[in-house]
T-cell receptor
Framework: AQSVTQLDSHVSVSEGTPVLLRCNYS??????LFWYVQHPNKGLQLLLK??????LVKGINGFEAEFKKSETSFHLTKPSAHMSDAAEYFC?????????????FGAGTRLAVHP | EPEVTQTPSHQVTQMGQEVILRCVPI?????FYWYRQILGQKVEFLVS????????KSEIFDDQFSVERPDGSNFTLKIRSTKLEDSAMYFC?????????????FGSGTRLTVV
């Protein structure tokens, strides 16, 4: 079975400083991994995805994530936080069941960005 | 950019009443999904739908839930007799094809409150 653990429920950074949101996964086969972001009153927006190509994945808005199989991690990073990055971030693994794909979400990390 | 549209954004209903949550998926997408997030908990898979039938459902999706695509445009989730524990944010999603390489597009959600 697939699962995903987001190690921090809340992260607070100052504007202009680096962002690190941590995610560990568990999968019995080579997984597909995603990061989604949810701004207040908005839908879940795909930031980036890993599907067994390059291990360093670049996404929108300057975010990137590195797939590390040896550490079963898929941490999300950004060199310099903007105020607009404040949101809830979800690490997601694709689960395969009965011939169909479904998404398995982590509990989410709420990112706060201070001036 | 194409969007998945969900209505209403908020719904308050009395326990025991029927509710219908509506979604308009992206027009050339063929796979449709409902997920939900109870406050403070993870986003959970409910059901996937393809070719006018359910392709997979979770253990949450019991007999009080049903989905349909009544007119080839809307995709609805009906809860027949709501319970307090059905209070949650419900997300609709669609994808062009099966498989995570194609990605999912989520709507902004319907917040259902059962009183």
């Amino acid at each position: 079975a697939q699962s995903v653990t987001q190690l921090d429920s809340h992260v607070s950074v100052s504007e202009g400083t680096p962002v690190l949101l941590r995610c560990n996964y568990s999968s019995s086969y080579s997984p597909s991994l995603f990061w989604y972001v949810q701004h207040p009153n908005k839908g879940l927006q795909l930031l980036l995805k890993y599907t067994s190509a390059a291990t360093l994945v670049k996404g929108i808005n300057g975010f990137e994530a590195e797939f590390k199989k040896s550490e079963t991690s898929f941490h999300l990073t950004k060199p310099s936080a903007h105020m607009s990055d404040a949101a809830e971030y979800f690490c997601v693994v694709s689960g395969f069941s009965g011939g169909y794909n479904k998404l398995i979400f982590g509990a989410g990390t709420r990112l706060a960005v201070h001036p | 950019e194409p969007e998945v549209t969900q209505t209403p954004s908020h719904q308050v209903t009395q326990m025991g009443q029927e509710v219908i949550l509506r979604c308009v998926p992206i027009s050339n997408h063929l796979y449709f999904y409902w997920y939900r997030q109870i406050l403070g908990q993870k986003v959970e898979f409910l059901v996937s739908f393809y070719n006018n039938e359910i392709s997979e459902k979770s253990e949450i999706f019991d007999d009080q839930f049903s989905v349909e695509r009544p007119d080839g445009s809307n995709f609805t989730l009906k809860i027949r007799s709501t319970k307090l524990e059905d209070s949650a944010m419900y997300f609709c999603a669609s994808s062009r094809a099966q498989g995570t390489d194609y990605g999912y597009t989520f709507g902004s959600g319907t917040r259902l409150t059962v009183v």
